[in-house]
């Protein structure tokens, strides 16, 4: 009699074990997928972002979002490519700036070219080049 109440008893207990590891697989591949659903929506919200900031022309804060983001091995899409150039162009004419400022024409000069370059990238945000322009021409004043 004891034999069958201890069997009974460890058959209850490897049942309740099962569950509990059950459970705790269920846990870990949700929380992996979680994880992986918040960093491919984590890339769309910074460009969403980096969008709003173009349309506002809050353009120091593109290029926050453009450091903090890019990623050289994602594959973008063309608007998002658009997005980056424009933030990119931003990056090369404060560059550039700064190097006019400071007299170093060759630094200037790269910089110029790199300005050129971002604006053939820039597409449907080509029109922000003068804004952008302006700002910086502004930034000492």
């Known amino acids: 009699m ?3 109440l201890e069997e009974k008893n460890y058959n209850e207990r490897s049942k309740l074990l099962n569950l509990i ?3 705790e697989l269920i846990c870990i591949v ?7 659903h918040s960093f491919i929506n984590y890339k769309d919200y910074t460009m969403n972002i980096m969008i709003r900031k173009i ?4 353009w120091n804060s ?3 979002f453009y450091s903090s983001g890019y990623n050289p091995d994602k594959k973008y899409s063309e608007e998002e490519l658009m997005v980056l150039a424009t933030a990119e162009y931003y990056d090369h004419a404060s560059l550039h700036a700064a190097a006019v400022y400071a007299g170093d024409t060759s630094s200037a000069e790269r910089e110029k070219k790199n300005m050129d370059e971002a604006y053939e990238q820039m ?3 080509q029109e922000c080049k003068q804004d952008i322009d302006e700002y910086i021409s502004n930034m000492g004043n």
């Open 123 to 125: 597409g449907i945000y």
């Open 2 to 4: 004891k034999n069958k």
């Open 30 to 36: 949700a929380m992996a997928a979680y994880g992986i």
């Open 55 to 58: 349309e506002q022309q809050d």
């Open 62 to 64: 593109l290029l926050s």
């Open 21 to 23: 590891i059950a459970i």
